[in-house]
């Protein structure tokens, strides 16, 4: 069913060889609530969405989804649970039609619901753009078309989260403006998200809390307005 379900992380730690990238982390995404995860570079953020979803090995801790623990669930099977996921860089296939692209995220769905026709439309309707170029080569739309491309690949399987990793990354500040106002949106849906970024600004609005990442571990987690007017936060992440 397609019930929202609650994200659990406990004691979630991830290495490389010897490298520990993170450090037991703790965090829970509520049903229909949308977190930010910030931090500097190299924080762990995106190693931590990867941990999520399956793709680099969890050295310790528990994930569960609703009633559903994921810890040891593979890659391919945690989208078929409801999470999708937008990776860092896009990761379109440059060669295919932007809804041969989008046809492709409709793979993942397990569960009968609304044709996959109707999705696409809703899809269409979320990003006009890509329904102009729906006949098009994904490879020929601009950085800011196949970030949007991304996004609607992973709407595609209808998830109940979204796990994004830097949306805004390489965007000008108008298409920024752009992926935010689809984040509000999605989260006014009632989409429950984890938003990875470096960029501060843009998770506050998109959020209503977030987790400061340091070093691998969980330095502060507050509702994003409290992050947002903190004094350490402004001057760390805001540069204000
Ligand atoms: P960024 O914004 O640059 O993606 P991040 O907060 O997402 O930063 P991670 O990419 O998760 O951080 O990296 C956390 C730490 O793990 C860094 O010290 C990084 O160098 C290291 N790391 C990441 N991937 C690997 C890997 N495949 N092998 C070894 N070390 C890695």
């Known amino acids: 069913d397609r019930q929202a379900a609650a994200l659990t992380v406990e004691d979630l730690s991830v290495h490389y060889g ?9 965090f829970t995404v509520a049903p229909g609530q949308s977190v930010g995860i910030i931090g500097a ?19 310790g801790g528990r ?4 009633d559903t623990d994921l810890t040891r669930v593979k890659a391919r099977d945690i989208v078929r649970h409801g999470i999708g996921y937008v990776p860092e860089g896009r990761h379109v296939f440059p060669g295919l039609t932007v809804e041969k692209n989008l046809m492709l995220g409709a ?41 949007m491309l991304a ?23 108008k298409l920024i403006e752009d992926i935010l106002a689809v984040l509000v949106r999605l989260r006014e ?5 984890l938003l990875v970024e470096q960029n501060a600004k843009l998770t506050f609005e998109a ?23 903190d004094v350490q936060v402004r001057r760390i992440y805001l540069g204000l």
């Open 18 to 26: 010897g490298v520990c990238a993170v450090r037991s982390i703790g």
């Open 107 to 147: 793979y993942a769905r397990s569960w009968r619901g609304p044709g996959t026709r109707e999705t696409l439309e809703e899809v269409y309707d979320l990003f006009p753009v890509l329904g102009e170029m729906r006949s098009r080569l994904a490879g020929a739309l601009s950085g800011g078309q196949q970030q």
């Open 207 to 229: 959020t209503s809390s977030c987790v400061v990442m340091e070093n691998g571990e969980v330095a502060m987690t507050g509702t994003s307005r409290e992050l947002r007017d």
């Open 63 to 66: 994930i569960r989804f609703g």
């Open 151 to 173: 996004v609607g690949r992973a709407l595609m399987a209808k998830p109940r989260l979204m796990l994004l990793d830097e949306p805004s990354m390489g965007l000008s500040p």
């Open 41 to 59: 570079n190299g924080a762990g953020k995106t190693s931590t969405l990867k941990a999520l979803m399956g793709l680099v090995p969890r050295s």
């Open 189 to 193: 849906e009632g989409l429950s998200m």
